[in-house]
């Protein structure tokens, strides 16, 4: 290659890698959250369900707590998934089950679970939900109260916020053992900038200054609206 093609080449390599990280910045590193991943594997391939119990003889291999997980006592709440990664008992049966903590103002930001239909029941709080089932369908809101239900079909955009000046829990029944989550800011704004400004409409669009605040997915929960920390007295 010549000196003069590198000359060239150099500009638009940068240019490349700048748009790229001032977009991408808000996307963390993946990383498997299986903690014993022979063990699942040697589950999903058991020939029957005696031989699937045998590899989980013991009283504890039934039971998750969700107090052990590191994120319980986060000041932001979090979800706490019990699912193949963390309760190998459950792998294969096509059912799992999360704990949502919601600090006060605490909101779930939007997301979607590409594998499952989420069922969200309300324990203590006052929470709201906002659903999208897909394009032109509208937007259905759900104020969820102590011992009431929603349900968000699979793959449907979905978000939640502690409406209370005090945490609120809630219990969230998926039907795959393996749901997934996709954070859908996080996700957008790690494509190019001419990208997102083309969906916007507007090529003047700055992405890169709009995304650089998005909250990274984190414990998957954050502090809410403008509205309900002044009203809560929140200052984060």
């Not at 799992?96 to 779930?108: F, N, R, T």
């Amino acid at each position: 290659m010549t000196i003069l093609t590198n000359l060239i080449l150099l500009p638009l390599t940068l240019l490349t890698t700048l748009t790229t990280s001032s977009t991408a910045a808000t996307l963390e590193t993946p990383k498997s959250r299986t903690l014993h991943p022979e063990l699942n594997a040697a589950l999903r391939t058991a020939a029957t369900s005696f031989d699937r119990a045998a590899l989980l003889p013991n009283n504890a291999d039934w039971t998750y707590d969700f107090t052990k997980h590191p994120n319980y006592d986060s000041p932001t709440g979090a979800v706490i998934n019990a699912d193949a990664a963390t309760f190998p008992a459950v792998t294969g049966l096509g059912s799992s089950v999360a704990l949502l903590k919601l600090a006060p103002c605490g909101m779930l930001p939007p997301h979607l679970h590409p594998r499952a239909t989420n069922i969200v029941t309300a324990i203590t709080g006052n929470t709201t939900t906002w659903m999208i089932g897909e394009n032109g369908v509208g937007v259905r809101r759900v104020e969820l109260l102590p011992m009431m239900v929603t349900v968000f079909p699979q793959a449907s955009l979905h978000m939640m916020q502690n409406n209370d000046c005090e945490p609120s829990l809630l219990i969230s029944s998926l039907n795959s053992d393996d749901s997934g989550t996709l954070n859908i800011l996080p996700s957008l704004w790690s494509v190019p900038q001419d990208i997102i400004g083309a969906g916007f409409g507007n090529d003047a669009f700055n992405a890169a200054d709009v995304g650089k605040d998005i909250p990274a997915v984190g414990t998957g929960a954050i502090i809410g609206s403008a509205e309900c920390k002044k009203r809560c007295g929140i200052s984060t």
